[in-house]
């Protein structure tokens, strides 16, 4: 059964960066089939794609954030990481980590979500 | 990038009532459309993907449509556990995912 769960500080201060991981059971970062995703939801508001990275290391970031994402990979662990830096009031989000089905279906498993609050 | 549009932004309807949401890419994107249906305190669900195709396990009554930049979920007899926010998304051009439609119950 696949189980994607996000982890990481509830609470994070402006300025400061936001780490998250995300660890994957049941399904292999290697798989050349997917790729990994991070999507965010501010409270009472859409939905909004952050990044996506391949097995391969390549990663795809929306514009309107690239100059402040990093998405990574951890093999070894299983897992992938998504760092978000000089966070403001409006990165307060909720964040889901999503696989994608290469080339098929957008997103089609999700993590529960983990909500970040930025605040001092 | 590639902007997805939704409308209407919310509706109303009654059990068994036909719906439909729309949604409108900014530019040609093939058959990379797909669609979602999330509850409060829930991660969203994947209903259909490239255009109309069903996920797994989701009911028959949920169907896709469209081609080029137009696309439609249609909802053939609306139940009580419809009641939920349904969003499009676009994987042609990295990702993008319209502003939702609410879905309420009369």
Redesign the interface.
């Known amino acids: 059964q696949l189980q994607l769960q996000e982890s990481g500080p509830g609470l994070v201060k402006p300025s400061e960066t936001l780490s998250l991981t995300c660890v994957v059971s049941s399904a292999s970062l290697s798989n050349s089939n997917y790729f990994w995703?991070w999507?965010r939801q501010p409270p009472g508001k859409?939905?909004?794609?952050i990044g996506?990275i391949y097995y391969t290391g390549s990663t795809?970031y929306?514009?309107?954030l690239k100059s402040r994402v990093t998405i990574s990979l951890d093999m070894s662990k299983n897992h992938f990481s998504l760092k978000l830096s000089s966070v403001t009031a409006a990165d307060t989000a909720v964040y889901?980590c999503?696989r994608?089905i290469s080339g098929?279906?957008?997103?089609?498993f999700?993590?529960?979500?983990t909500l970040v609050t930025v605040s001092s | 990038?590639i902007q997805m549009t939704q409308s209407p932004s919310s509706l109303s309807a009654s059990v068994g009532d036909r719906v439909t949401i729309a949604c409108r890419a900014s530019q040609g994107i093939r058959n990379?459309l797909?669609w979602?249906q999330?509850k409060p305190g829930k991660?969203?669900?994947?209903l259909i993907?490239?255009v109309s195709?069903l996920?797994s396990g989701v009911p028959s009554r949920f169907s896709g449509s469209g081609s080029g930049t137009d696309f439609t979920l249609t909802i053939s007899s609306l139940q009580p556990e419809d009641s939920a926010t349904y969003?499009c998304?676009q994987?042609y051009d990295?990702?993008?995912?319209?502003?939702?439609t609410k879905v309420e119950i009369k």
Do not use: C, M
């Open positions: 995703g999507i859409g939905l909004e794609w996506s795809y929306n514009p309107s889901y999503a994608d098929n279906a957008p997103f089609d999700w993590g529960q979500g | 990038a990379d797909g979602y999330q991660a969203p669900k994947l993907y490239k195709r996920q969003y998304v994987d990295l990702w993008t995912f319209g502003q939702g």
